[in-house]
């Protein structure tokens, strides 16, 4: 496939992937592998296109916000993959693709199509397939269907965040959908390495619940030491004295992060209260833990004596660890943010610029690339169509059967 647009020295250069997912999970995996110089085709239904499209306001001109957000670095085709055209068209894609991904739950929805594992293995022995559901291809629940609120909720993680006597509360963002995404990458790039020695592709199944399972690490450790449900504990951390939210004089509010006693040392001798280091209920993070209710109204106290700003600044030069708790316009605008290049900005032919946020690795010798603006629905079919081997009139007729679009 096409590899123009200054790709050629990214990590994934070479590399083609089949991209037959939508809504996020999916479509946040190959972005990355898009970032990382893979070239991506992504498949769209026509006239309707990934349901994400659709998932709006807020919109840009008449591009959802979400879609846009996690579908930049492809190209993009609108193919009908219930036809026997388009399943003859699919085909020939994934003949010398490297990589392939769906997001239909079941084996049986794939078997239909014609793009199950073992159909498409035949034609490429290399390919890499994975298939991205709520639940799995194997156990008691395979098949069923999942959505990043639900896989938040039975992960346990809903029921350990927000305010210790509030509701449960969910992650703001599609925490299960991104973290499943994260996996995925790495999945497929382990598979890629292993081809590297084997010669041949293989399945990766992934699942949303346990991508955000993952999230319980020491949590579940814990549990499986003490058999003790956690509770919530909201900002409170439970094994680290002070860690947690503080407001400051002018109302603002800022994470403390004192993470060992040397920090706790310098804490107090920069608060002006070396007297509380040496106090014997506060002199190591395990009697801090044990005196949390006698700490924390202290803590509270000498943080409510001077702005936000002037702890920042002064914890910091002390070595303290701390930040402001930002808006998400403060955290964007941020100048180290800035400075760093996260915030990609893509020339989009409808819309204008437009900016979505970076994929967050640096690598000095093969840079990531953001070359593609997010596809409008079946932007590239003709281009992709043409490169598979297909002429002029066999386009157009399978434009007038509906097949591509």
Known sequence: MDSDLNSDNAPLSGVTVVDQTQALAGPYTTMILGDLGAEVIKI????????????????????????????????GIALDIRADGGREFMRRLVKNADVFLTNLRTTEATQRYGIDYDSLRA????????????????????GQPGYD???????????????????????????????????????????????????????????????????????????????????????????????????AKDGDWFMLGVASDNVWRAFCRQVGREDLAEDPRFRSNAKRIANY?????????????????????????????????????????????????????????ALGLIKSLATPIHMDDTPLVYRRHPPRLGEHSDEVAAELGYSPAEIAGLRGDGVLD
């Open 44 to 75: 769209e239904k026509p006239g309707v296109g990934d349901n994400s499209r659709q998932w709006a306001p807020p919109f840009i001109g008449d591009q959802s916000c979400y879609y846009l957000a996690v579908n930049r670095n492809k190209r």
């Open 123 to 142: 034609i490429n022995p290399r390919l890499i397939y994975a298939s991205i559901s709520g639940y799995g291809r194997r156990g008691p629940r395979a």
């Open 293 to 349: 209710e006698a700490l924390l109204p202290i803590v509270r106290a000498i943080i409510r004596g001077k702005s936000c700003a002037e702890w920042l600044t002064q914890l910091r030069a002390a070595g303290v660890p701390c930040g402001r708790i930002n808006t998400l316009a403060e955290a964007l605008a941020d100048p180290h943010v800035l400075e760093r290049g996260f915030i990609v900005e893509l020339e989009h032919p």
């Open 149 to 247: 609120l639900v896989s938040q909720a039975e992960s346990g993680t809903v029921a350990l965040t927000g305010e210790v006597d509030g509701a449960p509360m969910r992650f703001p963002t599609p925490m299960a959908d991104m973290t499943c995404g994260l996996f995925t990458v790495i999945g497929i790039l382990a598979a890629l390495r292993s081809r590297d020695r084997s010669g041949v592709g293989q399945f990766i199944d992934m699942s949303l619940q346990e991508g955000q399972m993952t999230w319980l690490a020491n949590l579940a450790a814990e549990y499986f030491a003490e058999g003790v449900d956690p509770p919530r504990r909201g900002n409170r951390h439970p094994q680290v004295v002070p860690y947690e939210a503080v407001q």
